[in-house]
């Protein structure tokens, strides 16, 4: 497993870099789910990032789930942003959302 800041990339954007999905993620949440603390593992791994590194935050862009990597997520973020599209179906996804990440403390 590669340490997090090797997978660092810079980007076109001044200031922004992004750690791209790639083959390795591919099977991520099985690899995670066979660990005690897949909780709290990616909440773990970013600690590991030295406090040198130029960065203020850091996105995770999960996919609408709760599944393992999201929860991971959710345990490793101080904020929380649900991006919905400005129709119907999207609002009421989106509200299930607030309402089922309310029982988790959100």
């Given at each position: 497993?590669?340490?997090?800041?090797?997978?660092?990339?810079?980007?076109?954007?001044?200031?922004?870099?992004?750690?791209?999905?790639?083959?390795?993620?591919?099977?991520?949440?099985?690899?995670?789910?066979?660990?005690?603390?897949?909780?709290?593992?990616?909440?773990?791994?970013?600690?590991?990032?030295?406090?040198?590194?130029?960065?203020?935050?850091?996105?995770?862009?999960?996919?609408?789930?709760?599944?393992?990597?999201?929860?991971?997520?959710?345990?490793?973020?101080?904020?929380?942003?649900?991006?919905?599209?400005?129709n119907i179906l999207h609002w009421r996804g989106s509200q299930r959302s607030f309402s089922l990440l309310s029982k988790f403390g959100w």
């Open positions: 497993m590669h340490a997090p800041e090797d997978k660092i990339k810079p980007t076109r954007i001044s200031g922004l870099s992004i750690i791209p999905g790639d083959l390795d993620l591919a099977g991520a949440e099985i690899e995670v789910a066979r660990f005690d603390d897949h909780l709290t593992r990616l909440r773990d791994v970013i600690k590991t990032i030295p406090v040198s590194a130029p960065f203020d935050y850091a996105f995770f862009d999960c996919p609408p789930s709760l599944g393992i990597l999201m929860t991971s997520a959710l345990a490793a973020a101080d904020e929380l942003i649900i991006r919905c599209s400005a």
